[in-house]
């Protein structure tokens, strides 16, 4: 298991106490829009995001946030960034 495949399970629980969504209804391949996450959505998503890991993501970062799974591979980006763990490319 890879550090994104553990952060899919924080994200999907972000995803679904911040929206109060189904549990069942959240996977790793769930398209955030499908889940009825539009862009102010994405923004509350990542503010969510940044409170609970104590990180900052760029706003930038927020057109990568299309699915579970790439949510938490710019949240890994995010930890890596901050710890001084790696350097994302």
């Not at 298991?1 to 399970?9: I, K, Y």
């Not at 009825?36 to 990542?46: A, F």
């Amino acid at each position: 298991m890879t550090v994104v495949d553990d952060l899919c399970a924080e994200v999907a629980k972000v995803v679904i106490d911040t929206f109060r969504l189904d549990p069942g209804l959240v996977s790793q391949d769930s398209p955030l829009e499908e889940l009825g996450i539009d862009s102010k959505g994405r923004v509350r998503l990542l503010a969510a995001l940044e409170v609970h890991h104590d990180v900052t993501i760029d706003l930038d970062q927020l057109d990568r946030f299309t699915d579970i799974t790439a949510v938490a591979e710019v949240l890994a980006e995010a930890l890596n960034e901050r710890t001084g763990t790696g350097r994302a490319s």
